[in-house]
Structures are given as structure tokens and as C-alpha cells.
Nanobody, 119 residues
Framework: QVQLVESGGGLVQPGGSLRLSCAAS????????VAWYRQAPGKQRELVAV???????KYADVVKDRFTVSRDNAKNTVYLQMNSLKPEDTAVYYC?????????????WGQGTQVTVSS
């Protein structure tokens, strides 16, 4: 079964940057859209960004112009570059595959990676 591993999280000051990585155990990212999600304490998981196999990208309004998603199919990895981080970006970040940009997730959730934005 394909497994997802998110990494790159950490503690960063407001205004700082982090780059998250999402690696898959199988060669799936070349066939599916990949989405980043986040879940803050006490809140529902929310969609952050989606990138399709054709590199069409959609961002949540709250991260637009600050976050950039990209993919490297040869490495089976999708990245989320996060700039100008705000305390409200604090959350556990997850990735998952989708059949289409707007479709449901299709894989078991990974452990996620914690992002904490605090001074």
C-alpha cells in the first residue's frame, strides 16, 4: 500500500519560511493530483493547495501569494514552499492524492508535519 510521508515542519518566527515535502512510497504522483491540507487544534482539516499532473494549481485564499506548491515526479515528491508565515498558519500539514483537482482523497493519511509559527 502506498504510504505518504510529510516532512519539513518546525518552529519558525512570524514572517519566516519553511519548505514542506511530501514523499510517496510508490510512483503515484505522476498519475494523480496532490493536495496539501492542514489542521489546526480544535479545527477541521482544510485544503491549502492542489497541484494536478498538468501543473494546474489552486490555492486557498488565505495562503495565496504566500505559499507555492510544486512537484518533482522523478523523486515522487511534492513540495509546499511557505513564505511570510503567520501565527494562524500553525497547524499539522498533510498531503494526499486526488483523482482530480476537485476529487476526494484516495490514500490513507500520513502522520503529517507540525508547523508552528510563533515568536
Amino acid at each position: 500500500q502506498v504510504q505518504l510521508v510529510e516532512s519539513g515542519g518546525g518552529l519558525v518566527q512570524p514572517g519566516g519560511s519553511l519548505r514542506l515535502s511530501c514523499a510517496a512510497s510508490g510512483n503515484i504522483f505522476s498519475r494523480y493530483a496532490v493536495a496539501w491540507y492542514r489542521q489546526a487544534p480544535g479545527k477541521q482539516r482544510e485544503l491549502v493547495a492542489v497541484i494536478t499532473t498538468g501543473n494546474t494549481i489552486k490555492y486557498a485564499d488565505v495562503v495565496k501569494d504566500r505559499f507555492t506548491v510544486s512537484r518533482d515526479n522523478a523523486k515522487n515528491t511534492v513540495y509546499l514552499q511557505m513564505n511570510s508565515l503567520k501565527p494562524e498558519d500553525t497547524a499539522v500539514y498533510y498531503c494526499n492524492a486526488r483523482l482530480t483537482m476537485g476529487g476526494p482523497t484516495i490514500l490513507p493519511w500520513g502522520q503529517g508535519t507540525q508547523v508552528t509559527v510563533s515568536s
